[in-house]
Each structure stands twice: as C-alpha cells, then as structure tokens.
C-alpha cells in the first residue's frame, strides 16, 4: 500500500537516531536475515510512505523504540495503515518487572497456553529486548530481593488423575540434570529446543494446574522449572534466537525471585550479561553484570567468580585493560579459594579453574580489539589460555571446544598469522562438527575478515578453505548452521 507524499514521522525518527537507509537495513538484517530488505525498499517507505509487508511494521517499530528509548507503535509510524502482527512479540511482553510470585505465575500460563507452538515447530517470534527496559527489569529483580514474596504455591493434591509427588519431582529433576549434559553434547537449534520444551511444557502444567501433593513439592517442581528454563534459555542463545532466549530467561528470573533463590537469580543474569556481551550491547553487558555480582553476594565461591569474570570482560569491551585486570583477579581469587569446588552448585558442574582461565582469554581477546596498546601480548595470552579448551576431541564440551577453537581462530588472524588461523579453522569444517549457530556465526565471521584483505585472495590455502566453507554452508541447512542465516 502506499500513500502520498514522505513519511514524514519515520524520516524523523531515523534522524534522530543518526540512521541511515542502510543502517536500518542492517538492523534489520540481524533479526530477519540477511537479504530480507534492501535499501531502496527502505527508500520507499521513507520518500512514498509505502507501508511494509507483515511482519516488518511490527518488527521495524521494535527496532526503533529500542534505538531511541521510548515507544513508537505502528499508528504512528504508519499512521493507521499497517497491520500488527500478532505474532511477533517483544521478549519482554507480559513479563513485567519481578516483584514477585504472580509475575511468575503469569509467565507460566504464558507458557501453558502458548509454548505448545515451539515444540510443533512453529513457535511465536520473541524480539530481543534492549536498552532501558532490559536493564530496569534486571534491576527490579535485585530491587525485590529483600521483599517478602508472601505467595503460597499453588497444589490440589484431591484432583484425580494428576498427583505429582516428591519422587515424581525427582525424575523431573534428573531429565533436567541430562538435558544439561545433551545441551553440552549438541548444543541449541531448533530440534534441541523444541525436545526440551515439551518437557517445561509438561511441569508448567503441573505449576498451573496445582498437582503437586504438598506446598513443599510444588517449590520443589518450580525449581526444577527454573532450572530448565535456564537450559532451554541457552540453548536458544545458542541457536542465535536471542528473543526466545531472554524469554526463558525472564521466566528463570521470575522463579527465582519467587523461591528466594538469589544465586540462580544471579545466574539467570548472568546469562544475560554473556548474551548482551556477545551481542555486542556493552551498555547493557556491563549494568547487567554489575546486576549479577550484586545478586551473587551471598552465593557460593565459584559462582561469584563467574559473574565477577563476566564483569571484567564488560571492562574490557570499554578498552579499560586496568580496569579488566583487577576485576578478572579478583574472580580468580574467589576461584582459587579453599571452598570454591566443595560449594559449586551441581548446576555449575563446567565451570572450574580452567574455565576461569578461559573466560580470561576471551576477555583478552575482547581488550585487543578495542585497544591497539598491548594488542600483541594480550593475545599471545589468549591464544596461551585457550589452547587447552579446544580440542575436538573434547568428550565432554565439544560445543565449547569449537566455540573456543574458533574464537582462537580469529585472535590469530587479527594477529596476521592467516596459516594458523586456517589450520585451527578448517578441522571444524566437518558435517556434524559445527552444531551450533553461535559457533557457525564466528565461521562466517572469519570468511568475512579473510574476505577483507584482497591480497589473500592469491593464496591457494585461503581459497579451499573459503570453498569448503561455502559448501559446508550450502549443505547443512535447517537445523543447524542454516538457521543461523535465517533467523
């Protein structure tokens, strides 16, 4: 449809932002695809006011609130002409600040009534929240910590049929214990999340309809709940679906503050300072790491010097290498402490001393980045730390194993030592090998940084491997490193 004249209130707010057509094309671009819109599509909803086909109208006016930090529906970008759709919905849509227990069961009924949709293949598209909104809503849940929640949990043990007692839940909990060890094994696309879910599926049932035979096993069940979500969450980070994921997340975070668990808390927010970090969101990054230490105060050693480690790397996506080294001290320091394996949550099970180590490399890699002074020997460092964690032959964390081979990878050729980048690249360009989204998008990262510099072009071993990363991605669609594209 179009209609007359510009669009006069679109023009305006991309000009506030500083946006050109292109940079609203590439916004576009990291939810929708590449390829999706081009710039001359945008020019003409800017210079003839056409209105654009479902669901960008909802999907562009996300974008936009977002950048410029207040609500703009799509009335008034279009003034009346678009449609919404409806299913395309904020991360944070329903979710509320957390002040307690009826935030929680609102997310559960959510996921009740709705969350069938994932599991058949089809779900509705969550749109990553950012800026204030997010950070507000991290804040709210330190906010309430102190506040008394003071919401029973619901349980009707008389109704025939749907008993759920403390062993049940005990079953629950060990699906839940594998899944995490499956994550770790094949990481997130949209099989795995769709196998997971219909396990929350079936506890929120249970959550909503009060089977649990005792107040005591419906908080036990609301744990195990939590605790998926938090899986579930992951893996949908994994798979590059960024708005699922914070919505599993906002669910985990609702649980927690509803059984008064504050260091899951703090590892609910701390997954969402990792993803805001490698979104590259540094705002973000750093007021929810921040979000996370404070959460994690009373938490045993090992998780404090997660969430003080992802801080330190929030540090050194600002270039700020002091700032950096004092904080990633101190998580050593809480790591290395007499206590800190005896009292690691089982559910922390990954990270230990060498993990704490690895975290180190990525932050070393981030600071060189940002900051030429010291560039070389911060990352003769990382390459030093990470080494050790990326083996293929890793039987345990093999996702990992390729997410640090190729994070390596890259740190290499930032170095100009090209043959080694290829040579830890090129054993990961297997079927089957590269599983994971996030890991497939560093691949495509790579190619583009080779692509960059004309004069490797002549080189025959950057040609093959190009060629066989083109095939590879050709090949393994869908499931795997297709979606990445296609998200």
Not at 4 to 14: C, F, H, I, P, W
Not at 279 to 299: D, H, I, Q
Not at 307 to 327: K, P, R
């Given at each position: ?20 057509h292109g940079k609203l094309v590439a916004a576009l671009a990291d939810v929708l695809g590449r390829g999706y819109v081009g ?449």
């Amino acid at each position: 449809m179009t209609i007359s004249g510009k669009n006069t209130v679109l023009l305006g707010v991309l000009a506030e932002l500083g946006w050109s057509h292109g940079k609203l094309v590439a916004a576009l671009a990291d939810v929708l695809g590449r390829g999706y819109v081009g710039r001359s599509t945008v020019s003409e909803w800017v210079n003839h006011s056409r209105v654009p086909r479902e669901p960008l109208p909802t999907v562009i006016a996300h974008l936009l609130s977002e950048a410029v930090g207040r609500e703009l529906d799509i009335t008034q970008l279009w003034g009346g002409h678009a449609v919404a759709s409806p299913l395309w919905l904020p991360s944070m849509h329903g979710a509320a600040e957390i002040s307690g227990g009826s935030g929680n069961a609102k997310l559960v009924t959510d996921w009740v009534d709705h969350g069938a949709a994932v599991s058949a293949g089809d779900p509705r598209t969550f749109l990553a929240t950012w800026g204030q909104r997010l950070t507000d809503f991290a804040w709210s849940y330190l906010d309430n910590l102190g506040a008394d929640v003071r919401i029973a949990l619901a349980h009707s043990a008389g109704r025939r049929g749907h008993y759920v007692s403390a062993p049940m839940v005990e079953i629950y909990a060990g699906i839940v214990a594998r899944l995490r060890r499956f994550d770790d094994q094949e990481g997130g696309n949209l099989a795995t999340i769709a196998f997971a879910h219909r396990f929350l599926m079936m506890i929120g049932g249970h959550l909503h309809t009060g089977d649990a035979e005792s107040e005591d096993v419906a908080a036990q069940l609301l744990r195990v709940w939590m605790q998926l979500c938090q899986v579930i969450g992951w893996m949908a980070y994994d798979a590059e679906q960024h708005g699922l994921a914070q919505r599993y997340f906002f669910s985990t975070l609702h649980a927690a503050r509803t059984l008064e668990d504050s260091a899951f808390g703090a590892h609910a927010l701390a997954h969402l300072a990792h993803q805001a970090i490698y979104c590259g969101k540094k705002r973000e990054a750093t007021e929810l790491a921040n979000a996370a230490v404070e959460a994690a105060k009373g938490a045993p050693y090992a998780q404090r010097a997660l969430v003080t480690a992802l801080l330190a790397h929030t540090e050194a996506l600002s270039g700020n290498a002091h700032g950096f080294e004092i904080t990633m001290d101190r998580a050593r320091s809480l790591m290395q402490h007499s206590s800190a394996a005896d009292t690691k949550p089982e559910w922390l099970y990954w990270f230990d001393d060498r993990e704490c180590l690895a975290k180190r490399g990525h932050g070393l890699l981030a600071l060189s980045r940002v900051s030429s002074r010291g560039a070389a020997g911060w990352l003769a460092e990382a390459v030093r730390l990470l080494h050790p964690k990326t083996s293929l032959a890793d039987q345990e964390f093999p996702r990992e194993a390729v997410y640090n081979r190729l994070w390596l990878a890259r740190g290499y050729m930032w170095r100009g030592d090209v043959d080694q980048a290829l040579e830890l690249a090129r054993p990961t360009l297997v079927e089957n090998v590269v599983r994971s989204p996030r890991s497939a998008k560093l691949l495509r990262a790579l190619n583009a940084e080779l692509a960059a510099r004309p004069s490797l072009s002549k080189r025959s071993s950057v040609a093959e491997f190009r060629a066989e990363l083109a095939a590879l991605m050709q090949r393994d669609t869908g499931q795997r490193i297709g979606m990445a594209s296609q998200i």
